[in-house]
C-alpha cells in the first residue's frame, strides 16, 4: 500500500463499519482498570460523541493546524501515560497485555508529539489532514431537516479551516520552514483537487443520500448546497492557493529533506520511532538498506542467467526498463494485469492462509485527479457503502507503468496482502475497539510485503521475468532505506538519491521524481516502513520454525499475526515470543 495517513481514532473506527464498537466481556481487576484508560483515550482523541459537523472541522479541534491542541493532546497522554504505568501488568492475560503495550506505545509517541508542531507542513499530498476532511461531509448522514442546516454551517466554516492552513504555512515560514520548490509541483495540484463546480464537488450531495428526508427540503437545501460551494469553499481554497504559488514559493529552498530544518533532525529520529516502532539509528537503517541492495542485485544476476540475457546486469536493468513489451498501452490493461495476478494466486491461498476475509476484492482506477500527484495508488478498505476491498492504482502514463511489478505489487496490496489482513481485521469479532483501529505501519506495510514475498513460495515467480519484477519491488523499497535516510539525515541532496535509484531499481524517471519527493518533504521516515516490517516477520517467522521443527504450520502462525491486529514491531516480537503458550503473564 503506497499510503498511510494516520487519522483520528474515530474516523478509524467509523471507516471500519458500523460493529467497530463492540460489546466488551465483562473485564475485572487490572483489565478493567485498563479498559477505563482506554477509553479516556477514546473520549480525549477520538472525540466520541461529538455531534456537529461544524465543530469537527474546527481548526481549534486539530492538532495539525493548532498548536494549542497539539498541547493539549501531548498533556493528556502524559497524564495517561502515568495512568497506564500504575496498572500491574503481571495480572494481564495476553491480549489486554497487548492492549496495554500498544497503548503505552502511542501515548509515548503523543506525549511529545507537540515538540514537532512546526515541523509538520499540512499541505502535501499523501499526508495532509485534507485527506480525511473531505470524508467528514461524504460520510455526514442525513437523518432530520436539522441535518440539512448542518451540514451547510459546516461548509461555511471551511474558509475558517483553509485560513488556519495559511496561518501555519506563514508561521512556519518565519521559522525558515518552507516545503522544498520542487515539492510545490505536487502539493499545488494537490489542493486543486479540492475545487470544482457544484455538481462535481466533493461537498455536492447526491440526492440519493437524502432519500429519507421530504422532497421540499430536499429541493432547498441542494440550492444552498452549491452556493456554498461556489461562494465559500471554492474562494478559500483558492486564496490558499494563490498564497502557496506566490509568497510562500518565493521562500521555498531549493534543498531537500528534514535535516534542513531547526530540529529537523531530533524529529526524524521521532519518525523512525513512529513509523517502524524500533530503536534504530538513522545510520543503522542506511547501511541495512545498503547491504540489501547489493544483495538484491545479486539475485537479479542470477534471474539475467535464467532469462539467457546476453549482456551485463547494468543492460538488463536497462533492458527491463525500457522493453515496450513490459509496458501496458492502456490504464485498463495495467489493471487487467493485476488482476490475471491475482486469478493465478488464487488456488494456492488455502494452503497457506486457514482464515481468509468474506469480503469480495477487485482493482478500481484512482480519481484521475489524484494520479497526478501519487505515484502508485492504495488499498481502499470495505465499507458499509461498498463491501467491496479495492486496489485503487494509478493509471495514468501507462506507458512508464511496468508490468513486471504487476504481481509483487496486488499481492502487496489486494491478495494476501492489505486486502487479508484489513479485511480480517474489519470483519473480527474478537478485537477490542481500540485495536481494530489501530494502523501501525510497519505491521501493516510490512505484512502486505512480507505476502509478496511469501507469493514466491506459492509458486507465483517461477518465470525468470516474474522473479525479476518481485525483486525490482524489493529493490525499491530497499533503496528507501538509503534515500529516505540519505535525504533527511545524512545530507544527500535529492539529485543523489534520484540517481541511486536510477542505478538500482527499474523505477521510470516519473516514478523517482515523486518518490523522493514523496520521502524528503511530504512523509519523511514513512517508507522504511516497509522493508523493515517485512524482515522482521520474516524473522520471527524463521525463529518459531526453528523452534517447532517438523510441526510448524504456516497457515496457523499466519493466523496469529493477523488475530491480533496492528502492533508496533517490538511489541510484534515479543507478541510472537509468546507463540504456542496458552496465556501471557506481564512481560
Not at 492504482?393 to 491478495?415: D, K, T
Request: proline share 5%; hydrophobic share 40%.
Amino acid at each position: 500500500m503506497w499510503r498511510i495517513v494516520r487519522l483520528a481514532a474515530l474516523a478509524l473506527i467509523v471507516a471500519l463499519g458500523p460493529a467497530a464498537l463492540d460489546s466488551r466481556q465483562a473485564k475485572t481487576g487490572e483489565a478493567a482498570r485498563l479498559q477505563t484508560i482506554v477509553d479516556e483515550y477514546f473520549t480525549q482523541r477520538g472525540n466520541v460523541g461529538i455531534s456537529s459537523l461544524a465543530l469537527s472541522v474546527s481548526p481549534d479541534r486539530n492538532a495539525a493546524l493548532s498548536l494549542a491542541r497539539a498541547r493539549e493532546q501531548a498533556l493528556s497522554a502524559n497524564t495517561l501515560l502515568k495512568k497506564i504505568h500504575s496498572v500491574r501488568t503481571e495480572e494481564l492475560g495476553h491480549d489486554d497485555w497487548l492492549t496495554y503495550s500498544v497503548l503505552e506505545f502511542e501515548l509515548a509517541l503523543s506525549s511529545q508529539a507537540d515538540k514537532y508542531f512546526w515541523l509538520t507542513i499540512p499541505i502535501t499530498p499523501y499526508s495532509s489532514p485534507l485527506r480525511s476532511f473531505t470524508g467528514l461531509f461524504e460520510g455526514f448522514q442525513f437523518r432530520t431537516p436539522d441535518d440539512l442546516n448542518a451540514y451547510v454551517d459546516a461548509l461555511h466554516q471551511i474558509p475558517v479551516m483553509v485560513a488556519a492552513y495559511e496561518a501555519k504555512l506563514r508561521s512556519q515560514m518565519m521559522r525558515g520552514i518552507v516545503l522544498p520548490g520542487e515539492e510545490l509541483r505536487l502539493a499545488i495540484p494537490f489542493l486543486r483537487t479540492f475545487i470544482a463546480d457544484a455538481p462535481r464537488s466533493r461537498f455536492h450531495v447526491d440526492v440519493k443520500r437524502l432519500g429519507g428526508l421530504q422532497a421540499e427540503a430536499v429541493a432547498a437545501f441542494q440550492p444552498r448546497v452549491d452556493e456554498a460551494i461556489r461562494t465559500a469553499v471554492n474562494p478559500s481554497i483558492e486564496r490558499l492557493i494563490a498564497f502557496v504559488d506566490g509568497p510562500y514559493r518565493a521562500r521555498a529552498p531549493t534543498a531537500v529533506g528534514l535535516a534542513q530544518y531547526p530540529d529537523g533532525l531530533a524529529y526524524y529520529n521521532f519518525l523512525i520511532r513512529q513509523h517502524t516502532g524500533l530503536e534504530l539509528t538513522a545510520t543503522q537503517i542506511h547501511q541495512i538498506g545498503v547491504d540489501e541492495v547489493a544483495r538484491l542485485n545479486s539475485e537479479l544476476e542470477k534471474v539475467r542467467v535464467a532469462a539467457a540475457f546476453n549482456g551485463s546486469l547494468a543492460e538488463f536493468r536497462t533492458f527491463l526498463k525500457t522493453d515496450r513489451r513490459f509496458f501496458p498501452k492502456t490504464a485498463e490493461e495495467f489493471g487487467e494485469a493485476l488482476m490475471a495476478a491475482i486469478h493465478r494466486i488464487e488456488p494456492k491461498i488455502d494452503s497457506f492462509f486457514a482464515k481468509q476475509p468474506k469480503a469480495p476484492y477487485g482493482v478500481k482506477r484512482l480519481d484521475e485527479a489524484l494520479e497526478q500527484s501519487m505515484t502508485y495508488g492504495y488499498y481502499q478498505i470495505p465499507t458499509a457503502d461498498d463491501p467491496m476491498g479495492y486496489y485503487r492504482y494509478n493509471g495514468s502514463q501507462p506507458e512508464a507503468r511496468s508490468l513486471l511489478f504487476a504481481p509483487a505489487l496486488i499481492f502487496h496490496e489486494l491478495v494476501p496482502g492489505h486486502h487479508f489482513q484489513l479485511a480480517l481485521r474489519r470483519e473480527s469479532t474478537t478485537l477490542n475497539a481500540y485495536r481494530r483501529a489501530q494502523m501501525h505501519t510497519a505491521f501493516t506495510e510490512g505484512w502486505a510485503e512480507y505476502t509478496s514475498d511469501l507469493a514466491g513460495e506459492m509458486g507465483m515467480y517461477e518465470d525468470p521475468y516474474d522473479r525479476a519484477g518481485r525483486l525490482a519491488m524489493d529493490l525499491f523499497l530497499s533503496s528507501r532505506l538509503v534515500v529516505d535516510t540519505g535525504m533527511n539525515a545524512l545530507g544527500w541532496p535529492r539529485e543523489r538519491a534520484m540517481t541511486f535509484m536510477r542505478e538500482n531499481t527499474l523505477e521510470s524517471d516519473v516514478q523517482i521524481d515523486t518518490e523522493t519527493l514523496r520521502y524528503s518533504a511530504d512523509m519523511p521516515g514513512q517508507a522504511l516502513a516497509y522493508k523493515l516490517g517485512s524482515m522482521k516477520i520474516h524473522q520471527l517467522r524463521d525463529r518459531v520454525r526453528e523452534t517447532e521443527g517438523a510441526s510448524f504450520d504456516i497457515r496457523r502462525f499466519h493466523d496469529y499475526l493477523l488475530d491480533y491486529g496492528s502492533m508496533p514491531l517490538g511489541v510484534l516480537e515479543q507478541h510472537v515470543a509468546c507463540y504456542g503458550r496458552e496465556q501471557h503473564k506481564g512481560r
